[in-house]
């Protein structure tokens, strides 16, 4: 299995048992998320892999072996059917906290996560990109958090 594959189960495993402080949102692992407005009527989060780039890092003595930094971004997306503007504050809010939870990275230990991989190196927010669905009061966001792995 791939340690992206793995990163990503490990993520929503772990958002899944994460206890939330106003709003408990529907966690999904998945590739391709579809989501219809009825099925958003509650916040929902899905993550899936997003790509990874790999850089070379080190090399041992006299030539030896090569040392290769793996940085894996996962996308964490957000988001919720918000006729109001409450609604829409609402989600801001637990928009901010999936991101500090994925900083802090302090898990369920009954999640496992590939060996290695601690908080992410890099976490960034892009909140409703490209309005594209503002005008049916669909709120969304995608976090992209990156988790940097040697090997």
Partial sequence: MSTGREI?????????????????????????????????ADPVIAVMPAGFETSMSGRGPSGGSITWQYDYEMAVFVGRHTPTDALADGMVDL?????????????DAAVAWPTS???PMLA????????????????????????????
């Fill in 124 to 151: 960034t927010i892009e909140i409703n990109p490209d309005d594209a669905l503002q005008d049916r009061n669909v709120w969304r966001a995608v976090i992209t958090a990156t988790y940097r792995v040697f090997r």
């Fill in 8 to 40: 990503a189960d490990a993520l929503a495993e772990s958002l899944n048992l994460y206890t939330f402080t106003e709003l408990v949102p529907a966690v999904y692992r998945q590739n391709w998320p579809t989501f219809e407005i009825e099925d958003m």
């Fill in 117 to 119: 991989v601690t908080s």
């Fill in 95 to 107: 928009a901010e906290e999936v991101v500090d939870a994925i900083r802090q990275h302090q898990w």
